[in-house]
């Protein structure tokens, strides 16, 4: 099999502008590339856009040098601009096949080995003059150009599962305006309450880092945008926690005060520690768990934090303008009734998930027996 250094595969794209206005409606950051998926399915954002940031061309791949081990790749879906903290690669396509290229770095081969070279404890990060010595064997052109259609053809199949959770969350979504109206207008008169009046935040911070050594280290990285997806994470331990961080369990809900637009709101099912950027937040009666997840993700409450957050380069919202949202809060026996439809909604949700993690397990599989 034919042996190559990274620098023989790929071009390292550096091409660098100043943002322009209108920019930001197609940026691309590190925060819109997903773990383990090679499609970008959001962009853009409220942010003002500072410093120089790299060109893409569509098709090009995504890279996510900073924080490594959450192995993020993706094909650029449009030209435009992208984030400084990652870079940009282009196949030498007298070597690699350019189909065949965004599976090669998505593969454990690549990303394995990406890993390893990463510096830094905080953020490790992946540097060229290191990443372009790295040595790879490669089939064939021939033989990739063989494998890349069946690659494909899985990969479509992947995203036809993901747009369904899509339409999944639509459907809960509109039968949340069926059950108790837009809340924008409160049409059906629910009484307004604060969120301080049902919930708290649970302020409990903790520097006992060998006591949860082995517990999850949820960063604001490890939580999806839109969906609260938790993936990506490390223990305590392999993230070499030196900080004061907030302990929480499968009662809290996880909130990313940072770079509110990006809407991410967690509900783990587990214990662990996560960023002091994050609120835990305790729900008392007055208010059902899963209903407030669900309300704090909705574009009211979305609206409401931005009104705050304003388009500085990393904004964020404070314990007042969070405690201080207003929302229509039904009786809490219909809550529990949207959130029975929501655990129906999420059994569903599970079994694509299983079908795109088994399309994961056969693209990974079939990379990897190529490449060993």
């Known amino acids: 099999m034919p042996h190559y250094k990274f620098?023989?595969?790929?071009?390292?794209?550096?091409?660098?502008?100043?943002?322009?206005?209108?920019?930001?409606?197609?940026?691309?950051?590190?925060?819109?590339?997903?773990?383990?998926?090679?499609?970008?399915?959001?962009?853009?954002?409220?942010?003002?856009?500072?410093?120089?940031?790299?060109?893409?061309?569509?098709?090009?791949?995504?890279?996510?040098?900073?924080?490594?081990?959450?192995?993020?790749?993706?094909?650029?879906?449009?030209?435009?601009i992208f984030s400084a903290h990652g870079m940009i690669f282009r196949p030498k396509t007298e070597v690699i096949d350019p189909d065949y290229f965004p599976f090669f770095i998505a593969s454990d081969y690549f990303m394995n080995a990406a890993i390893k070279i990463s510096v830094g404890s905080l953020s490790p990060t992946v540097n060229w003059k290191t990443l372009k010595e790295l040595e790879f064997d490669i089939p064939s052109l021939e033989q990739q150009r063989e494998s890349a259609k069946?690659?494909?053809?899985?990969?479509?199949?992947?995203?036809?599962?993901?747009?369904?959770?899509?339409?999944?969350?639509?459907?809960v979504k509109s039968q949340f305006i069926e059950m108790f109206g837009d809340p924008v207008d409160n049409p059906m008169g629910w009484p307004m309450r604060k969120l301080s009046d049902v919930a708290k935040v649970?302020?409990?911070?903790?520097?006992?880092?060998?006591?949860?050594?082995?517990?999850?280290?949820?960063?604001?990285?490890?939580?999806?945008k839109n969906t609260g997806i938790l993936s990506g994470?490390?223990?305590?331990?392999?993230?070499?926690?030196?900080?004061?961080?907030?302990?929480?369990?499968?009662?809290?809900?996880?909130?990313?005060?940072?770079?509110?637009?990006?809407?991410?709101?967690?509900?783990?099912?587990?214990?662990?520690?996560?960023?002091?950027?994050?609120?835990?937040?305790?729900?008392?009666?007055?208010?059902?768990?899963?209903?407030?997840?669900?309300?704090?993700?909705s574009d009211y409450f979305l609206d409401h934090v931005l009104s705050y957050s304003g388009r500085s380069?990393?904004?964020?919202?404070n314990?007042?303008?969070?405690?201080?949202?207003?929302?229509?809060?039904?009786?809490?026996?219909?809550q529990e009734k949207f959130t029975a439809l929501i655990d129906q909604s999420d059994k569903s949700k599970f079994e694509l998930k299983q079908a795109i993690e088994g399309v994961d397990l056969l693209i990974k599989s079939m990379v990897q027996q190529e490449l060993s």
């Not at 199949?157 to 339409?167: G, I, P, R, V």
């Not at 993230?239 to 990006?262: E, M, T, W």
């Not at 380069?313 to 919202?317: G, W």
């Not at 314990?319 to 219909?334: A, H, N, T, V, Y």
Request: hydrophobic content about 35%; overall charge neutral; proline content about 6%.
């Open 7 to 80: 620098s023989d595969l790929a071009y390292n794209i550096t091409d660098k502008k100043m943002p322009e206005p209108g920019d930001e409606k197609t940026y691309i950051g590190l925060e819109h590339l997903d773990s383990g998926s090679l499609a970008v399915t959001r962009w853009g954002g409220e942010i003002e856009l500072k410093g120089q940031k790299l060109v893409m061309k569509k098709g090009d791949i995504l890279f996510g040098r900073r924080n490594t081990y959450l192995r993020r790749a993706a094909i650029a879906p449009h030209d435009g």
């Open 319 to 334: 314990r007042k303008q969070l405690e201080g949202f207003s929302f229509p809060c039904p009786p809490i026996d219909l």
């Open 150 to 171: 069946i690659l494909k053809a899985a990969n479509e199949l992947k995203e036809s599962y993901q747009a369904l959770l899509l339409k999944t969350d639509d459907l």
């Open 233 to 297: 994470y490390r223990t305590v331990q392999e993230d070499n926690v030196i900080s004061p961080k907030y302990y929480f369990g499968p009662q809290h809900i996880l909130y990313s005060k940072i770079r509110p637009a990006l809407n991410k709101v967690a509900l783990p099912d587990f214990e662990g520690l996560c960023s002091a950027d994050c609120y835990p937040l305790l729900v008392n009666g007055l208010c059902d768990r899963k209903f407030l997840a669900h309300v704090m993700r």
């Open 313 to 317: 380069q990393m904004p964020k919202v």
């Open 202 to 224: 649970d302020g409990t911070m903790t520097k006992e880092y060998e006591k949860y050594a082995d517990y999850p280290h949820i960063g604001i990285d490890s939580i999806e």
